[in-house]
């Protein structure tokens, strides 16, 4: 057998392993059930094409995307390795070449679309041909709560029983919940091997905005970046359609690209993407899996991402070559409004919400970080690191104050009116703004009125804002999005525990330092 470092060299042409990668390459090799948990580009495949030349037999690789399967397949063959993919994309002849190498005990690894394990042939011809390991390329698809979803791969812990043989299970989505369920489903709940590497993107710079004028935040944005490949992520097909015009008209070339396009039109927007220097793309969340175009240079999100993984992804996009890539995030209290709605509003069991209540948390802690946003995100993904100088916060640090009393005035005046208002209304009974509303609500009666009147109205939009960031208070969609005050923060109101928050960001929003690699 080739030691792997060597099979590295030969077949791959690589210097050397990427961080995580020989351990996992060990694990697989020596069959043990693995669970490799690494981000989009990290070197997921080698991690299973590696190993299948090691091991006797088939190696069989489930893979959720049949253009993913047919590159690693083309690829692998350029490097002179036997793989053969079976999907519903294949022509006649290329399903007869991949029997024919199967029967002649060729062929060393097997894509298959998960579709064909439903097939009542396939675990026959599987027990046939000697298969020596099972992989699972994008293991979160056993997942029912995640987005991407595919029923069939509930089959494949069917297929390890039958098979009997180890089983590498990949995925760039680390949380613990989507953790669990892959091992439920996949290894019985016996726990694999897990590996969690490589997290860390360090050319990746990280900044985080207050929304104020998105339009204008994006187009400055663009315009210190002109001639680079770039993507905006926006909320809505809509707002990509007039952003991608806004662009255009302020001279940048912009394409739109979200998921009510037809496939043709995608399909054109994507080439063009790939293959033109400089392009733009405003895309919805339905771009990016699959694009592999190494020198996007920046990525931007004009609207909050919804969780802080689906955040990672996005930003991931940028800067696969290694070279300097600038992210920007925009957000404000409409869409964690927004964001908190979409789950309370969603058709998924309680806990569920819960779940996704928790994930959109970590994420608007990110946004709101009082230190290195690296080592948040690193830390949410369960690597430690050092604060990496290569995000805004790093560069310039946070100005904080003691915000104990005025997150107390706060929830007091949520609690006193009832639950049942927005901030606007909060903040003009703190700050004693003697509204129609506040007069009729018979608010300027409150011990609370004018209690506030220290700090300025945006000064209070950014306490409310961090506030919902910290989930201390959140919009009640029974209440038309009215504020409630949050178990957490109930130590807060008895004063136990003190609530430091950012001076910095009642500055207007369009002041953040712009870096232009
Ligand atoms: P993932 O599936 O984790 O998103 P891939 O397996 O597609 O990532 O790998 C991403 C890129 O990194 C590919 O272009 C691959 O050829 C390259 N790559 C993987 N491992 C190495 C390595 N050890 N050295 C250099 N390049 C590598
Ligand atoms: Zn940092």
């Not at 399967?69 to 994309?89: I, K, N, Y």
């Not at 001279?251 to 994507?270: L, N, S, T, V």
Request: net charge neutral; with cysteine; aromatic share 6%.
């Amino acid at each position: 057998m080739t030691a792997p470092e060597e099979l590295l060299h030969q077949v791959w042409g690589f210097a050397g392993f990427r961080p995580g990668q020989e351990e996992i390459v060990q694990a697989v090799i020596a069959g043990e059930n693995t669970l490799a948990i690494m981000p989009t580009g990290g070197g997921k495949s080698l991690c299973f094409q590696l190993p299948a030349l090691c091991r006797d037999g088939v190696t069989v690789v489930i893979s959720p995307l049949i253009a993913l399967m047919r590159d690693q397949v083309r690829s692998l063959r350029a490097a002179g390795v036997e793989a053969g993919a079976l999907t519903s994309g294949n022509t006649e002849s290329e399903t007869e070449d991949v029997f024919a190498a199967l029967d002649a005990g060729r062929l060393k690894l097997l894509y298959l679309a998960p579709e064909r394990l439903a097939l009542p042939g396939t675990l026959p011809m599987l027990r046939r041909v000697g298969v020596s390991l099972i992989a699972v390329d994008e293991a979160h698809c056993v997942s029912q709560w995640g987005h991407d979803f595919r029923p069939d791969y509930l089959r494949i812990g069917e297929l390890r029983r039958t098979m009997g043989v180890p089983l590498a299970a990949f995925t760039a989505t680390a949380d613990a919940e989507t953790r669990a369920e892959i091992v439920t489903r996949l290894f019985d709940g016996v726990e694999p091997r897990t590996f969690l590497r490589g997290f860390d993107r360090p050319n990746i710079r990280l900044c985080f905005a207050v929304k104020d004028s998105p339009r204008e935040q994006i187009l400055s944005y663009v315009k210190l970046r002109k001639g680079q490949s770039g993507i905006v992520y926006c909320g809505s097909r809509s707002k990509c359609e007039v952003l991608a015009q806004a662009l255009r008209e302020a001279d940048h070339p912009a394409i739109y690209y979200h998921a009510g396009m037809d496939p043709e039109e995608r399909r054109q927007a994507e080439l063009r993407f790939q293959q033109e220097d400089g392009l733009i793309v405003v895309a919805t969340v339905a771009f990016g899996m699959g694009i592999d175009k190494p020198d996007i240079r920046w990525v931007a999100h004009a609207d909050l991402p919804k969780s802080i993984e689906g955040y990672y992804q996005e930003i991931g996009r940028a800067g696969r070559d290694g070279g300097p890539a600038d992210t920007l995030t925009l957000y404000g209290p409409e869409d964690i409004r927004l964001r908190r709605s979409q789950i309370d509003e969603g058709a998924a069991p309680l806990e569920r919400k819960e779940a996704d209540h928790g994930r959109l948390n970590a994420l608007l802690g990110l946004a709101e970080a009082t230190a290195c946003r690296r080592q948040v995100l690193l830390g949410y993904f369960g690597e430690d690191s050092g604060p990496c100088g290569n995000c805004d916060l790093c560069e310039r640090p946070a100005k904080l104050f003691d915000a104990t009393e005025a997150v107390r005035k706060a929830l007091s005046v949520v609690l006193r009116t009832g639950q049942r208002f927005g901030a606007g209304h909060l903040i003009d009974v703190l700050t004693g703004t003697p509204t129609s509303k506040v007069k009729e609500r018979g608010h300027d009666q409150l011990p609370t009125y004018a209690a506030g009147k220290d700090l300025s109205k945006p000064a209070w939009g950014a306490v409310f804002r961090q506030m919902m960031g910290r989930d201390l208070i959140r919009p009640d969609p029974e209440q038309n999005g009215g504020l409630y005050m949050t178990e957490a923060a109930r130590p807060v109101l008895r004063g136990e525990v003190q609530v430091t928050l950012r001076a910095d960001t009642v500055e207007k929003a369009s002041s953040y330092v712009a870096k232009v690699n």
